[in-house]
């Protein structure tokens, strides 16, 4: 068989099994890129067949408004997104301490959103520390919402991380590997999943070799959910990481979607 | 399973200190390589090799590359602070059979590539044939050593050695560097890019193909620092014609490193 034929046949296997992983994705991104100036915006409306094109099912989207501008400034056009999402597609709030009370939309008051399905704090960029006494009662709003609290690893320090996971052993805590690489600093990840079990780890930048499948023998495939980091990558890296890992059917699939999509039914909105 | 046909044209050996990798020598390599269907692997540099030429590191190498019955091939290194000595090692390095280029890294030299005492090494490139392969990335705000390696510094050298064959590793990096590699690639025929690293840039593919240099883009995974399957099913799904995925995957390497 000539190469090309093979590549043909390896594309056609590849596409087959990637719809059996039934994707839910926890990394997408409304708005204009930051960090990444040759990226392109997403537009609500450009959602439902960006994720048809990558057999996407369903996902949680953020907005880039929330880093670019303000937490408020990324719900509020989260809201007004949210007339217009595709079915299956749920969105993360950006939070801040509940003290002092500001203004504009921001979790942690009331009832939430009812799209909301996950709250992301910004410590670095918004200035405050990850610490209980600052951020202990919207981590308490959290866990009484029964909804999970995202984290860019370069906004975080692994102690604080640390300290909020012992402090909230019910609240689901998602490290996500973005903006930049986080492999050079998986030794504290993977101490941090080892002494932790309610942290979790998004996949879409989570692309050291035979990371995925020593997390799964290591800590369970519980422990990691699959992310896109759409529009920026393309979907397909951290989707091939998956779909070509030494580890069970079974457990691919807990990670493509089974456990975002278990995390997103458990919310109380 | 069909024979191994693709090429991974960008790896490292030894252990990277800085991160943690589970495998890092070549036994483990060519077992991964065996798995993934990867019948040759071009070795930039092991990490001993990066602080500076050695020969023992050469004959590490070489003796790697007769281990693998040639899958293993392996390129010299060169820091403008040591010329001389680099040099010297790579005359020797070169008359090795598994020896087929000559990595610089302006960013981890802190030398920036535009600089005249990387002339000797264009020369030793061109005298002998062989391509000079580099750590190019964007403007970091981060990690600001990284200016010294944006494709656009390459430029003048690039224009001067025309016959030699120019590899800009990682494409420029994930921001405007990668606009700089696309011109430099349309602009000079002997200028060529992978996308080793964390290069999962949307439409990658596609603007290459837009930009007719697809025939100039290398698979490459940044071993031990990467995993390979992060990129080899985005290129399987690309949407470029199967020719294209070919020369990604192993066409543009044979040629420009010389495999076969």
């Keep these: 068989m000539n190469v090309d034929r093979i590549i043909e046949k390896r594309a056609s296997e590849k596409l087959v099994r990637i719809l059996e992983l039934a994707l839910f994705d926890a990394n997408l991104w409304l708005g204009k890129p930051l960090f990444f100036p040759l990226a392109e915006e997403l537009l609500p409306s450009e959602l439902e067949p960006l994720l048809g094109k990558f057999h996407i099912q369903g996902a949680l989207v953020s907005h880039w408004d929330a880093v670019r501008l303000s937490a408020q400034d990324g719900n509020q056009a989260l809201m007004a997104a949210s007339k217009i999402l ?22 942690g008051f009331g009832p939430s959103d009812p799209l909301v399905r996950g709250v992301r704090l910004f410590p670095q960029t918004h200035h405050f520390q990850l610490a209980p006494w600052v951020v202990g009662e919207l981590c308490t709003w959290c866990v009484e919402h029964n909804l999970p609290l995202f984290l860019w690893h370069v906004e975080i320090r692994w102690d604080d991380v640390h300290a909020i996971a012992l402090a909230f052993p019910r609240l689901h805590i998602v490290i996500e590997t973005q903006w930049q690489k986080i492999l050079y600093h998986v030794r504290d990840l993977l101490s941090l999943l080892k002494t932790c079990p309610n942290v979790l780890v998004e996949s879409s930048n989570f692309i ?54 278990r995390l997103v039914e458990e919310v109380r909105t | 399973m069909s024979s191994p046909f693709i090429v991974d044209a ?44 050695s ?23 060169y820091d403008p602070h040591q010329g001389r000595e680099d040099l010297a090692v790579l005359k020797r390095a070169v008359r090795l059979s598994g020896f087929r280029g000559i990595k610089i890294h302006p960013s981890f030299t802190k030398v920036p590539a535009d600089d005249a005492r990387y002339n000797a090494v264009w020369k030793f490139a061109k005298d002998h044939d062989v391509p000079i392969v580099s750590h190019t990335w ?82 490459g995974s940044d071993f031990p620092w990467i995993d390979a399957r992060s990129h080899l099913t985005r290129v399987y799904l690309a949407d470029i014609p199967a020719a294209s995925k070919r020369a990604i995957l192993r066409d543009t390497a044979v040629k420009v490193y010389g495999l076969e």
């Design chain 1, 86 to 107: 595709p079915k299956f597609v749920y969105t993360v709030w950006t939070g801040l301490p509940t003290t002092p009370r500001e203004q504009g939309p921001l979790p």
């Design chain 1, 208 to 261: 050291g070799q035979d990371h995925i499948t020593q997390l799964v023998r290591s800590f369970g495939a519980e422990r990691l959910i699959f992310g896109s980091f759409l529009p920026v990558n393309d979907p397909y890296a951290a989707i091939g990481m998956i779909l070509d890992a030494d580890i069970s059917p079974q457990e691919k699939a807990l990670i493509a979607g089974g456990n975002l999509r």
């Design chain 2, 10 to 53: 960008h790896v490292h050996t030894g252990f990277p200190g800085m991160f943690y990798s589970p495998e890092v020598d070549a036994r483990s390599l060519l077992l991964r390589m065996d798995r993934l269907g990867i019948q040759y692997a071009v070795n930039l540099g092991s990490m001993r090799n990066l602080l500076g030429g």
């Design chain 2, 55 to 77: 020969l023992a590191e050469m004959e590490k190498a070489q003796a790697e590359h007769e281990e693998s019955e040639g899958r293993l091939f392996f390129c010299g290194f």
């Design chain 2, 138 to 219: 964007s403007v970091s705000t981060y990690n600001p050593v990284q200016a010294l390696s944006t494709p656009d510094k390459f430029e003048g050298h690039v224009k001067r050695y025309a016959c030699v064959r120019f590899i800009l590793a990682h494409s420029g990096g994930r921001g405007t560097g990668r606009l700089e590699a696309i011109r430099l690639a349309k602009t000079y025929p002997n200028v060529y890019m992978d996308f080793g690293g964390d290069i999962y840039c949307r439409r990658y593919f596609e603007t290459m193909a837009q930009e007719d240099i697809l025939d100039r883009v290398m698979f």
